[in-house]
Each structure stands twice: as C-alpha cells, then as structure tokens.
C-alpha cells in the first residue's frame, strides 16, 4: 500500500535524543513490510523554534515536567505543516492516512479533509489514562482508531468513533535483536533502560538499600541525583542482550504529581500548555492515572533475547505466559524476591529469556500487527 505516516522522528524533537520509538517501530517497521511509506515528521512544525527555547524544554521534559514551552516560530510552524501535509495527501492519494499522534501536531480541518481524500486511522497511546481529555477528542476525527486497551472500545461508540481496532505494542525485528557489542562499563547484573519518574526512582532506590546493584540509564536521572547516562541504540541493544536482568518498569504515574495535577486544569499542546476546563473529562483521565500500562519495553527486550522481570498490567498474561516466557511482580517485596532469585539461577533465566525471544518474533513483530491492523480496516491484500 502506499501510506503518508506522520510522527515525530526524534525522541521530543531533540536530534540530539536519538529516534523516537514510533519511527524506529511504525515506520521502519512499515517499510520492512513492504509498503510505500511517505513519512511526514511532526519536527518541521518547530523548525521555527529557538534553539534556547528548545534547550529550555528538553530539560523540563527531562525532569517529567512536559509543559511543551516553545516560542510562537511553532505555532506558525504547525500552520505551515498542516499545509504541506494536505497537499502531499492530494497530491500522493494514499491507501491509507497512518498517524501516530503526541498532542495537538494537526489541525481538526485537516482532519477533516483528509478524511474525505483516503481512509485514514490513528494510533492513540495511553489510552489508560489519556481517554476522556485527548482521544475522546481527536479519535472521531479519523476514519479508524486503534488502542491497546480492549475496555476502551465502548468509551470511543460513546464519544462517535465506532470504527476501532485493538492492537499493541511490538517491535520491529529489524531494529531490535540481539546485540553483543562491548558495554562500556562492562555488563550489567540489573538494568533498567528508560527516562526518570518518581515511581520509578523509587523502585530502583528500594532495590539497592536490598544490596541489588542496579544499572540506569535514559533521561532525567542523572537531573534526579542518580549515576546515569545516555546510551546510542547500540547500546541500548546490547544492555538489553546481554544484562543478566532487565527491568520493564511500568508504575502507574500515581496522582499527586506536576503532571496528573496539570492535567486538571490544562493540557500540552505542541508549543505552549492550554488551559483547558473541561472538568468533568479532566477529572475522569486525572484518576485513570493509577492504572499500570504494558508498555514497549515488555516486547522490545524479549526481541534481543534478553531475560525480563517485568512489571504487571491487566492483560499480559495474553503475550507472555508468566514466568515461563516472562517474569512478572505486582509488589517490591515479590520484585526483589524474584530478582535474588534469578540471579542466582542463570539456566532457568536463560530459559525464560529463550522462550519470551521466539514467542516475540512469532507473535509480537509489527509486521504481525499491521497485517491484522489492516485487515480489520478493509485492506485484505
């Protein structure tokens, strides 16, 4: 098929962060599969942004403070790149419209006439807790929606977007797999690959005072006071293959912090944060926030073949058979438990790591996940 598929390619549009998981996943993924892909990358909209502006917003978004402070070159910016993107869809005529959307990157006109032009869908991430105050929203605007969280399906017929496809998360084989490059550093005991949050702080902090050596790197932890740094994909790959435990932390944000509470009142657009007193849907997402997702990492660390102890979600269980191709906990006294455990039992871990490996490449590539995807929309070639 030929598709115009539009995201952000680097991680909050900073060059300087690496690819986003969407461009390393949805659109290598969709190239792989063999489909023209048009790729149209939200960045162009802050091509209009200072640079100190944008060093001022990559340290907000590394402290988990995501208000999204641009100057107004981003909200010229957004006007020029709906403009670009309705003629590269009249002028392309696409099977497919494929979007992978973080705010409010385009504009409900466009939408609107995209959608009279070609078929198009929306994938809508945290579903859990970005339901009432942003999919609600934008879903209708789109011909299909896709979530990973079946309950939602009768929320978005609520809202009027009858038209919807549960998925979830996998990976794109050709990008992740396993890696066994030198670490620098040497190899981990216990890894865990990701940006900073309290929770997560928190759940690392208890693993050390139990003596557990734990290795973190990503975003926003070196800001927290921890011992951290950025690592390339490559290394990112090799951690993931070779650490004896990875961690796939996945805390519900939790209530009584700078985003749940700012979500009450606002939301983050591309270039600035909104008010937004829409009370009742603030309210409804603002307790949806003690919800555990599953997230990426669950899949993208079993593709490297690595061993996962992996926090639980409702629903995990339909991807990963508990403790046989992948270990889960649902409190710290069990994580830590389990982590001792393991460590100390290489030939069951390694085990576990092989069977969550071949049952990932089976089931959870997105090449499996845009086959079925596309199908339930209409596109049976």
């Known amino acids: 098929m030929k598709i115009v598929f539009t995201t952000p390619e680097y ?11 969407e461009y390393n996943n949805f659109y290598l993924g969709l190239k792989a599969a063999g489909h023209e892909v048009i790729f149209a990358p939200f960045d162009r909209i802050l091509e209009g942004a200072s640079e100190a502006r944008r060093g001022f917003a990559a340290k907000m978004f590394d402290r988990n403070i995501t208000l999204g402070l641009f100057d107004r070159g981003a909200a010229a910016g957004r006007r020029r790149f709906n403009e670009e993107l309705l003629e590269t869809v009249q002028r392309e005529k696409p099977d497919l419209f494929f979007a992978f959307l ?3 990157e385009l504009e409900p006109a466009t939408l609107r006439e995209i959608k009279k032009l070609t078929t198009s869908v929306a994938w809508f991430s945290d579903d859990s807790w970005r339901f009432w105050n942003y999919a609600a929203e934008w879903a209708p605007r789109f011909t299909w929606a896709i979530t990973t969280y079946p309950w939602r399906v009768k929320d978005y017929a609520r809202v009027g ?3 919807v496809v549960v998925s979830q998360w996998g ?7 396993p890696l066994h490059d030198p670490i620098p550093g040497g190899v981990p005991e216990v890894s865990f690959v990701g ?10 902090a208890s693993l050390l005072r139990a003596g557990i050596p734990v290795s973190v790197y990503g975003a926003g932890w070196q800001s927290a006071g921890w011992a951290s740094r950025r690592v390339t994909d490559e290394e990112m790959l090799s951690i993931f293959t070779q650490s004896k435990i990875n961690l796939a932390l996945n805390p519900a944000p939790g209530l009584w912090n700078i985003t749940s509470l700012g979500q009450l009142l606002g939301r983050r657009s591309v270039d600035r944060f909104v008010p937004d007193l829409r009370l009742i849907r603030n309210w409804s997402a603002f307790l949806d926030h003690r919800i555990p997702q599953i997230k990426a990492r669950h899949f ?3 593709a490297c073949g690595g061993f996962t102890i992996a926090g639980w979600a409702e629903g995990i269980e339909q991807y990963y058979a508990p403790d046989k191709e992948m270990v889960f906990y649902k409190s710290m006294p069990e994580l830590i438990e389990k982590v001792r455990w393991y460590l100390d039992h290489p030939a069951e871990r390694e085990a576990i790591a092989r ?15 845009f086959e079925d995807i596309f199908r339930a929309i209409g596109f049976t070639k």
């Open 11 to 21: 991680h909050q549009y900073d060059p300087r962060k690496g690819k986003t998981n």
């Open 102 to 104: 973080y705010t409010d």
């Open 161 to 163: 977007q009858p038209n």
């Open 171 to 177: 990976v794109n084989e050709n990008f992740y797999h």
């Open 195 to 204: 940006s900073w949050s309290a929770p997560r702080g928190r759940i690392v």
């Open 300 to 302: 993208e660390v079993a």
């Open 355 to 369: 069977a969550g490996y071949e049952r990932t490449v089976r089931d959870h590539t997105y090449r499996r996940r």
